[in-house]
């Protein structure tokens, strides 16, 4: 009978094994590490979901008014979450594939750092050719995760003020009061004005001819926004009883004074407009004067 070498099968058989089973071992820590981040990930992004009112109106009718809203703050809050939840997984999946791939072409016997040269300076270049487009996402990440603004709100961003109708990582797109669409690269965003996160404020200067009585004036105004303060219609509109601040300043058609309203977000321009209407209809009947600083003609021709 033929003699068998079994030593030399059992080291070709190990030699024959070894690449494969390692590529095999490789991938599996992979996947195993990248299931360990996106259940981090996920807790983070479950944490980030919970938050409660900010503290300077935690103890206001305000914050009594907007724990009424609570669920759907909290709703925007997931969705936000959830955002970044998502960026953070592709992200993390996408290293973790690259470092995967590097170490099996390592075990493919495959000459790799050419590969993590190549990595290097295409890195280097991308980070001087694209530093705006960087800036743009870095602007991004940070804006969702601060809540500044989302799908809805009406915001000031500078050059462009309006709706905002969609938010991305790398541009917002907005839709002013004419209908004109704005795209606003998020790295070139400076300064941000919400006028739709938690309340508003209805400021109404009105002006008075300077024979008016200011007393008179301002019982009037304090009358009709707490009408319309405790009128079913607008319950949950204003959310805090008005305040007449008085005398505001003196303009040469006559003296203004100021009257403010805290309101639901966005309801703001709603309430000034019915407040404008009770004050014309009021000082009417009461005989006061609205100035203007247009003179009507009142010759033969007119």
Not at 166 to 176: F, K, N
Not at 193 to 204: C, D, E, I, P, Y
Not at 259 to 264: C, M, S, Y
């Amino acid at each position: 009978m033929p003699h068998l070498d079994v030593n030399w099968d059992i080291r070709d058989l190990d030699l024959h094994w070894a690449t494969p089973g390692t590529i095999v071992l490789i991938i599996f820590v992979g996947l195993l590490f990248r299931w360990f981040v996106n259940r981090a990930i996920d807790r983070l992004v479950a944490r980030a979901s919970k938050g409660n009112l900010p503290g300077i109106i935690a103890n206001t009718k305000a914050g009594d008014f907007l724990s009424e809203l609570r669920p759907g703050n909290s709703e925007r809050r997931k969705q936000r979450a959830q955002t970044m939840g998502s960026l953070l997984k592709s992200i993390a999946s996408g290293l973790i594939l690259a470092i995967v791939i590097v170490m099996v072409l390592a075990q493919l016997n495959v000459n790799i750092a050419p590969i993590i040269a190549s990595a290097g300076i295409i890195g280097v270049a991308f980070g001087f050719g694209a530093q705006n487009l960087v800036k743009d996402f870095l602007a991004g990440i940070f804006m969702i995760l601060e809540d500044q603004y989302g799908v809805g709100d009406v915001v000031d961003l500078g050059e462009a003020t309006g709706v905002v109708e969609a938010v991305g990582l790398r541009v917002t797109r907005l839709r002013d009061v004419n209908g004109t669409v704005w795209y606003v690269r998020n790295g070139e965003v400076l300064r941000v004005g919400n006028q739709s996160q938690n309340w508003a404020r209805t400021v109404l200067d009105i002006t008075v001819g300077y024979e008016a009585d200011l007393d008179q004036v301002q019982t009037i105004l304090q009358e009709e926004a707490t009408a319309m303060f405790e009128d079913p219609q607008f319950h949950d509109v204003i959310i805090e009883a008005p305040e007449v601040w008085g005398v505001e300043r003196f303009d040469k058609d006559g003296a203004v004074v100021r009257v403010v309203l805290k309101t639901a977000p966005l309801e703001q321009w709603q309430v000034a407009r019915a407040m404008r209407q009770r004050i014309k209809h009021r000082f009417d009947a009461a005989g006061i004067r609205i100035p203007t600083s247009f003179q009507t003609s009142t010759g033969p021709d007119a």
